[in-house]
């Protein structure tokens, strides 16, 4: 830092240099980037949905047995494949989304029946992108069960791609 007559180069003597701070280095360099540690900061608490209050978001599902569809099936808005149209809230998980579809699709009501969840979305480009978020299945309890939309970034939207297998 230039204070009248001293030069920036001379540090500590010349006053304090732009690295010496609260989180600057043992020797009065550059400190580690980034916030603290994650043990310092209190976790953020999950926002809660009065769903009474709260107007739910259309979401379009596109189921299919056997495994995803194409990226090129969701080009064509006309010719998208079979859909189905869930009203729902970000709040909701992957096996509440399981069970509105079992509601609308004969095969995901299989005992063994397994879903797999993937959003389809435009990136930068505009091109479709599809991204799995997830598995559940139709009778046992699961790790996925509990990814609710808002963990896994959904925006209002994007498509939802399910796999029946």
């Known amino acids: ?25 043992p020797y009065g360099g550059p400190g580690p980037r980034g916030p603290p540690p994650a043990a310092s900061q209190p976790a953020a608490p999950a926002l809660e949905i ?13 189921p299919k047995q056997g495994g995803h569809h194409k990226l090129e099936d969701f080009t064509d808005r006309a010719k998208l494949p079979d859909e189905i149209a869930i009203y729902t809230w970000m709040d909701a998980d992957l096996r509440e989304l399981s069970d509105l579809i079992k509601e609308a ?15 389809v979305y435009p990136d930068r480009k505009g091109r479709n992108v599809m991204r799995q978020v997830g598995v559940v299945h139709a009778t046992r ?6 990814k609710t939309l808002r963990s896994l970034n959904f925006q209002t939207g994007d498509y939802l791609d399910v796999s029946i297998y």
């Open 50 to 62: 009065d769903r009474e209050k709260t107007c739910p978001l259309l979401m379009r599902v596109f």
């Open 141 to 146: 309890p699961g790790e996925d069960d509990t």
């Open 105 to 119: 699709n004969p095969a995901a009501r299989a005992r063994n029946a397994r879903m797999s969840f993937a959003f």
């Open 1 to 25: 830092m230039y204070r009248g007559g001293q030069d920036w180069r001379d540090g500590p003597r010349g006053g304090p240099r732009f690295n010496d701070g609260p989180r600057g280095g």
